[in-house]
């Protein structure tokens, strides 16, 4: 059984940082792009970054531009996004996703990750 974990939300002040791991079961994602995902209150799910299979490749929503990185560990099957000067508006649910695409690119649409994570909460308070 396919499963992704994310771990590392939690209450942080505005300005602080959080480090989300997202760690694959069943199988390897080393060849699969990766993605995180937020949902906040009364929203859709949107993507925050994403990841090809090597790390080569990158995208960032503009909103986290310059404070949110995404990285993996293939042999560890495990996708991080380290989270810095954290705001209010970040305040979500954060998904950990994984593609089935072609691996050589990242991908940003909800439709094109076929394995989901069930979520951490990420709270920022002001």
């Known amino acids: 059984q396919v499963q992704l974990v994310e771990s590392g939300g939690g209450l942080v002040q505005a300005g602080g940082s959080l480090r989300l791991s997202c760690v694959a079961s069943?199988?390897?994602?080393?060849?699969?792009?990766m993605g995180w995902f937020r949902r906040a209150p009364g929203k859709e799910r949107v993507v925050v970054a994403a990841i090809n299979w090597n790390g080569s490749s990158k995208y960032y929503t503009n909103s986290v531009k310059g404070r949110v990185t995404i990285s993996r560990d293939n042999a560890k099957n495990t996708v991080y996004l380290q989270m810095n000067s954290l705001k209010p508006e970040d305040t979500a649910v954060y998904y950990c996703?994984?593609?089935?695409?072609?691996?050589?690119?990242?991908?940003?649409?909800?439709?094109?990750?076929?394995?989901w994570g069930q979520g951490t909460q990420v709270t920022v308070s002001s």
């Open positions: 996703a994984a593609s089935l695409r072609s691996a050589t690119s990242y991908y940003v649409n909800v439709n094109e990750y076929a394995y």
């Open positions: 069943g199988r390897t994602f080393s060849s699969n792009a």
